[in-house]
T-cell receptor
Framework: AQTVTQSQPEMSVQEAETVTLSCTYD???????LFWYKQPPSRQMILVIR??????QNATENRFSVNFQKAAKSFSLKISDSQLGDTAMYFC?????????FGTGTRLKVLA | DVKVTQSSRYLVKRTGEKVFLECVQD?????MFWYRQDPGLGLRLIYF???????EKGDIPEGYSVSREKKERFSLILESASTNQTSMYLC???????????FGPGTRLLVL
């Protein structure tokens, strides 16, 4: 069975600094998709970034980028130039079909 | 933009009550999902519907049922609410084959 592990329950970062959130997963499949979601205090879940396993190039969306290491089954999220609005719960997720497996989340607080 | 709405943001019910959580999406998405979110456990799939009147059990279907009589509406039913069903419930929808990105605002349910 696939699993997704986020080992950092809470993190904090100073405004304008860079922070990296970790995610590891376990699967025997070769084709799959990985995602990072953000859930701010409003509770509205937002898709931040996605990565297709068959693509070697790391995905980037503005200040958000990933470090995808397929052999190590690692998928970390880097947030550059952190902003107060980045304060949220971040979830890593894995899918091959309709079923998304979510990690337990990392609560990120951006400090002014 | 797709809008996914949930009937209540907060709900308080008594043990043994029958509870209906309603989810409506306005973009003709075939796939709809109900997740349960608990601290330290992330999001767990309760039920998935891939089309009208079609459903599949997720990882934690016990104590829940669903109804999808119309494409835009996906209802989660707690036949006899119990205290261990106190949680945040998230609904989501998507067209088949596309990333899961459209979530409702969540219903925080308290069962006393």
């Amino acid at each position: 069975a696939q699993t997704v592990t986020q080992s950092q329950p809470e993190m904090s970062v100073q405004e304008a600094e860079t922070v990296t959130l970790s995610c590891t997963y376990d699967t025997s499949e070769s084709n799959y998709y990985l995602f990072w979601y953000k859930q701010p205090p409003s509770r509205q879940m937002i898709l931040v970034i996605r990565q297709e396993a068959y693509k070697q190039q790391n995905a980037t969306e503005n200040r958000f980028s990933v470090n995808f290491q397929k052999a190590a089954k690692s998928f970390s999220l880097k947030i550059s130039d952190s902003q107060l609005g980045d304060t949220a719960m971040y979830f890593c997720a894995f899918t091959r079909t309709y079923k998304y497996i979510f990690g337990t989340g990392t609560r990120l607080k951006v400090l002014a | 933009d797709v809008k996914v709405t949930q009937s209540s943001r907060y709900l308080v019910k008594r043990t043994g009550e029958k509870v209906f959580l309603e989810c409506v999406q306005d973009m003709d998405h075939e796939n709809m999902f109900w997740y349960r979110q608990d601290p330290g456990l992330g999001l767990r799939l309760i039920y998935f519907s891939y089309d009208v009147k079609m459903k599949e059990k997720g990882d934690i279907p016990e104590g829940y049922s669903v109804s999808r009589e119309k494409k835009e509406r996906f209802s989660l039913i707690l036949e006899s609410a119990s205290t261990n069903q106190t949680s945040m419930y998230l609904c989501a929808s998507r067209p088949p084959g596309l990333p899961l990105r459209d979530f409702g605002p969540g219903t925080r349910l308290l069962v006393l």
